[in-house]
């Protein structure tokens, strides 16, 4: 019991350090939450797999017509890719404020606000990047975790069940209500929504990851391994497999897995 209490702390911790870290933004798509007030900078293709290369084409463009809305997008998109969150922030505030109707506009720069780690601005900005006629799944699921950064679970909660009325069983938004039970060391119940992430087909692999922690922390460390390790070469099984173990191994420094826990993200690319 002892073991399992200072694993649901490392887990807690590293949730909340990370659900927006790598769940919320990351780097790991420009395509992010705006789903149905998407523009064609977003769903056009970087220029090039770099990200790093893709902020300097963007910013070209940006810089030579700062005032078009698409430019601004990209860019800032862009520059949360490489870790610039401030900069990313200062490029889409000024452009909302120039584009103030601009719904892909408000979409980014709440995103790169939750980036920042401005959860209560970014919850604000967000809730104008669409309507109650009108809801984002994507952005009422990016609202949720601004309200779990806050400690607002119950609430976030909510937002979470808003999303899934439009998108059942979407993975990504179960993935968050499962590490928001996390957060308030409700393991039962982050495992029961993991698992219905998990078994949706179009999880990704931190989904997989995620689930296995919870059930590790509940100590069913077999079970968790074979989780890791479901429909995997071996060398890539073996590897899951001492990562999982990295991690339930930190019980004595819960705070240092907190930088590469890994997130599901919040969304996936149309």
Same mark, same amino acid.
């Given at each position: 019991?002892?073991?399992?209490? !200072?694993?649901?702390?490392?887990? %807690?911790?590293?949730?909340?350090?990370?659900?927006?870290?790598?769940?919320?933004? #990351?780097?790991?798509?420009? !395509?992010?939450? =705006?789903?149905?007030?998407?523009?064609?900078?977003? =769903?056009?293709? !970087?220029?090039?797999?770099?990200?790093?290369?893709?902020?300097?084409?963007?910013?070209?463009?940006?810089?030579?017509?700062?005032?078009?809305?698409?430019?601004?997008? $990209?860019? #800032?998109?862009? &520059?949360?890719?490489? #870790?610039?969150?401030?900069?990313?922030?200062?490029?889409?505030?000024?452009? =909302?404020?120039?584009?103030?109707?601009?719904?892909?506009?408000?979409? #980014?720069?709440? +995103? $790169?606000?939750?980036?920042?780690?401005?959860?209560?601005?970014?919850?604000?900005?967000? =809730?104008? $990047?669409?309507?109650?006629?009108?809801?984002?799944?994507?952005?009422?699921?990016?609202?949720?975790?601004? &309200?779990?950064?806050?400690?607002?679970?119950?609430?976030?909660? +909510?937002?979470?069940?808003?999303? &899934?009325?439009?998108?059942?069983?979407?993975?990504?938004?179960?993935?968050?209500?499962?590490?928001?039970?996390?957060? !308030?060391?409700?393991?039962?119940? /982050?495992?029961?929504?993991?698992?219905?992430?998990?078994?949706?087909?179009? /999880?990704? %692999?931190?989904?997989?990851?995620?689930?296995?922690?919870?059930?590790?922390?509940?100590?069913?460390?077999?079970?968790?391994?074979?989780?890791?390790? $479901?429909?995997?070469?071996?060398?890539?099984?073996?590897?899951?497999?001492?990562?999982?173990?990295?991690?339930?191994?930190?019980?004595?420094?819960? +705070?240092?897995? %907190? %930088?590469?826990?890994?997130? /599901?993200?919040?969304?996936?690319?149309?």
């Amino acid at each position: 019991m002892r073991q399992q209490s !200072s694993l649901a702390r490392l887990l %807690a911790s590293a949730a909340v350090t990370a659900i927006l870290a790598a769940g919320l933004g #990351g780097c790991q798509t420009m !395509s992010d939450i =705006t789903g149905s007030v998407t523009s064609k900078a977003e =769903t056009s293709p !970087s220029p090039d797999s770099d990200p790093r290369r893709a902020a300097e084409f963007y910013g070209e463009r940006y810089r030579a017509n700062p005032k078009d809305p698409d430019a601004a997008l $990209a860019y #800032g998109q862009a &520059l949360r890719a490489t #870790g610039q969150r401030g900069q990313a922030v200062a490029v889409l505030e000024q452009a =909302t404020i120039a584009h103030p109707g601009n719904k892909a506009l408000l979409a #980014g720069y709440g +995103r $790169a606000l939750a980036d920042n780690g401005n959860f209560q601005q970014s919850f604000d900005v967000l =809730t104008r $990047a669409h309507s109650p006629d009108n809801p984002d799944w994507r952005i009422l699921s990016v609202q949720g975790t601004t &309200l779990d950064q806050l400690g607002r679970h119950e609430d976030a909660r +909510r937002y979470y069940g808003s999303a &899934l009325k439009i998108v059942p069983d979407e993975p990504s938004v179960l993935s968050n209500l499962g590490l928001s039970y996390v957060l !308030s060391k409700d393991l039962p119940k /982050a495992e029961e929504n993991l698992r219905r992430a998990y078994a949706s087909g179009k /999880a990704d %692999a931190r989904v997989r990851q995620n689930l296995a922690l919870v059930v590790g922390l509940q100590g069913r460390f077999a079970e968790a391994e074979s989780i890791v390790k $479901a429909d995997l070469p071996p060398d890539e099984a073996a590897s899951n497999v001492a990562y999982l173990k990295q991690m339930l191994s930190r019980k004595d420094n819960p +705070r240092a897995g %907190a %930088a590469t826990m890994p997130v /599901a993200s919040l969304n996936r690319p149309d």
